[in-house]
């Protein structure tokens, strides 16, 4: 079975940066797609950004130009550096992954970490 553990979240400034990591138990992950959430207080969970075993990725509008999304194979991890942090950033943030991008969806994933709390504040 796949486990995922999220790390990296804090408290940082506005204008501040973070890198998120999610690693993974098995390698299986290498060939999956892979997308970061997040979920605000009283907010619905949403894709923040994706990436394919490709290589290639996606973001959401909201975070496109801040935030870059990555992989390292040999470590079974993928990365999210977040840049220019805003207030609105704040939430717990979540990776998944499945065998294709298009089954992404929060709505269609059933099983989820812990997450890992970002902060933004002054």
């Known amino acids: 079975q796949l486990t995922l553990v999220e790390s990296g979240g804090g408290l940082v400034q506005p204008g501040g940066s973070l890198r998120l990591s999610c690693a993974a138990s098995?390698?299986?992950?290498?060939?999956?797609?892979v997308a970061w959430y997040r979920q605000a207080p009283g907010e619905q969970r949403e894709l923040v950004a994706a990436?394919?075993?490709?290589?290639?990725?996606k973001y959401a509008d909201s975070v496109k130009g801040r935030f870059t999304v990555s992989r390292d194979f040999a470590k079974k991890t993928v990365y999210l550096q977040m840049n220019s942090l805003k207030p609105e950033d704040t939430a717990v943030y979540y990776c998944?992954?499945?065998?294709?991008?298009?089954?992404?969806?929060?709505?269609?994933?059933?099983?989820w970490g812990q997450g890992t709390q970002v902060v933004v504040s002054s």
């Open positions: 990436i394919i075993s490709g290589g290639a990725a």
């Open positions: 998944n992954s499945a065998q294709f991008a298009q089954q992404l969806n929060p709505k269609d994933l059933h099983s």
């Open positions: 098995s390698s299986i992950f290498n060939s999956h797609a």
